[in-house]
């Protein structure tokens, strides 16, 4: 009974020991489902940045000490921030690829644990250009 025990235990544990791909795609498409969740207020921002631009005037007449010249460039460069944080979230759901067909285990979870870096950075960038854009337009009240 003893050893029957052990055996189990071992093969347990060398089960335990053979990573699956699977866990590491599912992981990856886990964290970009989370992160695609952020692409609701990037693409808010972008609307609420282009309105304000729209009505420079609208915005100078509601706050007369603002010098919209200042503030026009401002709103660009933020437009231009998010713009490129969406952009480098579709360029890598393009190149991301979950089908890994001819690859071995080994070759598979490499590959997953790099698109999980990348997705990462994608979801940092999101971060940063969502915390830049809220703290800008909530002067505003937007």
């Given at each position: 009974?003893?050893?029957l025990?052990?055996?189990?235990l071992?093969?347990?544990?060398?089960?335990?020991?053979?990573a699956?791909?699977?866990?590491?795609?599912d992981?990856v498409?886990?964290?970009?489902?989370?992160?695609?969740?952020?692409?609701?207020?990037?693409v808010?921002?972008?609307?609420?940045?282009?309105?304000?631009?729209?009505?420079?005037?609208?915005?100078?007449a509601?706050?007369?000490?603002?010098?919209?010249?200042?503030?026009?460039?401002?709103?660009?460069?933020?437009l231009t921030?998010?713009?490129?944080a969406?952009?480098?979230m579709?360029?890598?759901m393009?190149?991301?690829?979950p089908?890994?067909?001819g690859?071995?285990n080994?070759?598979?979870?490499?590959?997953?644990?790099e698109?999980?870096?990348?997705?990462?950075?994608?979801?940092?960038?999101y971060?940063?250009?969502i915390k830049?854009?809220?703290a800008?337009?909530?002067?505003?009240?937007?």
């Amino acid at each position: 009974m003893n050893k029957l025990v052990g055996i189990v235990l071992i093969a347990l544990g060398a089960a335990a020991c053979t990573a699956d791909y699977k866990k590491e795609r599912d992981e990856v498409m886990q964290f970009h489902d989370l992160v695609m969740g952020d692409q609701t207020a990037v693409v808010n921002y972008q609307m609420k940045l282009d309105t304000l631009l729209k009505d420079l005037k609208g915005l100078k007449a509601k706050y007369p000490e603002l010098d919209t010249v200042k503030e026009k460039e401002t709103m660009k460069a933020l437009l231009t921030d998010l713009t490129t944080a969406e952009d480098s979230m579709n360029d890598w759901m393009h190149k991301f690829e979950p089908d890994v067909t001819g690859k071995s285990n080994e070759e598979s979870i490499k590959y997953f644990k790099e698109e999980k870096v990348k997705i990462k950075r994608v979801d940092s960038l999101y971060k940063k250009e969502i915390k830049a854009s809220g703290a800008y337009l909530s002067k505003f009240k937007k």
